[in-house]
């Protein structure tokens, strides 16, 4: 008879607990959201988060509130994100490279991207750009494989750092060209640009949004971009796809994440107010003028990208040899 008490006792103290949990589900959110942005401010990741961040808080009727971690190719703010409470207040952006390369790039990260992340949402994805200096004799990917193949380990291109989209998107061009070139890292993705401009380096792949102003202004040279189809901000830019390269095919990506173990009806909430957030049209424009594709959709169609991209990416990283610095 005891043991019966006891039973029911128990399991009315587990009712209680789901229907405690259960409410507090229902009154998400309650007190102000942490956003986690694994970059610094000022920066494209910044930009585009407390764009969505402000959306998102007039739907959900709380404050938003911006935190930037940035370190370590984006790793130290993807593993604050990862490490902390699953209760809906701590809420992040996921981005290419420490979500999809980095864990086979440095190989001894304090974070699974899989195990300790849950997909939110995708926000957005963008091609990049093979450009270079207007002065340049290169005019067509044909120059460029030509001249790389007529002096192995001579032509030079820039990047923002090693292990980026600026990066990989030149190994990657690099495997499926057959070719060989000598990768000159630099602090930013400014920085590299500048140098190009310069004359100092042979080329880059760039972001759209930032190169697209100096190929307007005859600062740069655009050869091809790095998308399936050409873009309505440059529609004399072939694809590589359409010069007899449809394997190098890149799309810087980021959207929203949460650690794991959030419960799926807040995932559920956070992922219907982003959704609704990027049905904004100041917002739509502003991502779509930048040559940016716009995201939305379910958590698991963004969990497919990452584990898609984390196989391609993890494959480039190994046949290239890239080391982190």
């Not at 009154?27 to 401010?41: D, E, L, Q, R, S």
């Not at 996921?94 to 086979?104: L, R, S, Y």
Request: with cysteine; charged share 15%; glycine share 8%.
């Amino acid at each position: 008879m005891q043991l019966i008490k006891n039973l029911s006792i128990f399991l009315l103290s587990c009712v209680t607990i789901l229907a405690s949990a259960a409410l507090a589900q229902t009154n998400y959110p309650n007190k102000p959201i942490n956003f986690i942005v694994p970059y610094g401010a000022g920066g494209s990741a910044d930009s585009r988060s407390r764009q969505i961040a402000q959306k998102m808080s007039v739907i959900l009727k709380q404050p938003i509130v911006i935190d930037n971690k940035p370190g370590a190719g984006g790793n130290i703010g993807t593993e604050f994100i990862a490490r902390a409470a699953p209760d809906g207040y701590t809420i992040g952006m996921g981005n290419f490279a420490p979500m999809a390369v980095n864990k086979t790039l440095f190989g001894n990260l304090r974070y699974d991207p899989e195990a300790d992340l849950s997909p939110v949402m995708l926000v957005e994805k963008g091609p990049l750009v093979l450009v270079v200096n207007p002065n340049s004799s290169y005019k067509t990917i044909q120059d460029i494989v030509n001249a790389a193949k007529a002096k192995p380990g001579v032509l030079t291109f820039s990047s923002g750092g090693i292990g980026g989209s600026h990066q990989l998107s030149a190994e990657l061009f690099e495997l499926n060209a057959g070719i060989s070139m000598i990768h000159v890292p630099y602090k930013s993705g400014s920085a590299a640009l500048t140098d190009l401009m310069a004359g100092n380096v042979d080329l880059m792949f760039d972001q759209m949004y930032s190169a697209v102003p100096s190929i307007k202004a005859d600062k740069l040279r655009p050869i091809a971009i790095t998308s399936k189809k050409r873009s309505p901000l440059l529609p004399n830019v072939p694809s590589f796809a359409e010069l007899g390269y449809p394997k190098v095919e890149v799309l810087n990506w980021q959207g929203l994440i949460v650690p794991k173990g959030t419960p799926k009806a807040i995932i559920d909430q956070l992922n219907a107010a982003a959704n609704e957030a990027l049905k904004d049209p100041q917002l739509r424009e502003l991502m779509l003028s930048q040559g940016n594709e716009i995201g939305g959709g379910s958590p698991a169609e963004f969990a497919a990208l990452i584990k898609a991209e984390a196989a391609k990416w993890s494959a480039v990283v190994k046949s290239a040899n890239i080391k982190p610095e």
